[in-house]
């Protein structure tokens, strides 16, 4: 994997993050821009496949320092209250309760959680938080995203920042404690974050693993995370 950047952690700093990956009738699949991304700065991802031992869930977050939720298809409208099903909804029930479980697990422990695309949807609803089944505009395109607070400061100051977008869902009613620091021009949310209490919680809807190898900025969300795995 000679394209990747990397960064300068020693090895012997080097944090194991989990990645929950996407589940279908297959097995379990998992785009290779999130390795890439996570090796570029130096961390060692491990794809966690989906299980239903609590024990397993548990022993999981005890060993690894991090959790990235990945992008992939829509969050169970039941597990955020909704019983209306749009006709462009796609879920799986299963990763639904695995990732439930995950995150659970780790923001119980205090450890550094990232969540990309379906990923912040997914934080959004264990925290209580609701989403858009469906929005127009917001898939396959890329557009701007107006960052503040903890996103400015990764971006080094600029914004708005020009992000790629490939959401068909977004977040409503925002879950606990969260706070939103991006937005886009229409009003979509695309960044939250929970600091507080010594938590390290960054969700954003964009792919900064995709952007990785080019944008400086996608390069600061995914450093920043690491370092505070590394922590």
């Known amino acids: 994997m000679t394209d990747i950047l990397h960064d300068t952690l020693s090895e012997k700093n080097k944090p194991i993050i989990g990645i929950a990956a996407n589940l279908d009738d297959y097995g379990v ?38 959790i990235l939720f990945a992008g992939g298809i829509d969050v169970f409208p039941e597990f955020y209250g909704d019983s209306f099903i749009h006709e462009k909804t796609e879920c799986c029930k299963a990763r639904d309760l695995f990732e439930l479980a995950l995150f659970k697990a780790f923001y119980e422990r205090k450890k550094p959680i990232l969540g990309i695309c379906r990923g912040v949807q997914l934080i959004n609803v264990a925290l209580g938080g ?30 708005p920042a020009v992000t790629n977008s490939t959401h068909h869902q977004a977040l409503k009613k925002l879950g606990k404690d969260l706070e939103v620091i991006g937005l886009s021009d229409d009003g979509i949310i695309e960044g939250v974050c929970d600091f507080s209490d010594g938590r390290y919680l960054l969700g954003v809807q964009f792919h900064p693993e995709k952007s990785f190898p080019d944008d400086d900025f996608s390069r600061a969300i995914i450093r920043d995370f690491v370092n505070a795995c590394s922590a």
């Open 29 to 66: 699949q998992l785009g290779l821009t999130y390795i890439r991304a996570l090796y570029g700065v130096g961390a060692l991802p491990v794809i966690l496949c989906p299980t239903e031992n609590e024990d397993e869930i548990a022993q999981t977050a005890d060993r690894l320092d991090g």
């Open 130 to 159: 609701t989403l858009f089944q469906h929005i127009e505009n917001h898939s396959g395109v890329t557009h701007n995203v107006n960052v503040s607070g903890h996103l400015l400061r990764l971006s080094g100051g600029k914004t």
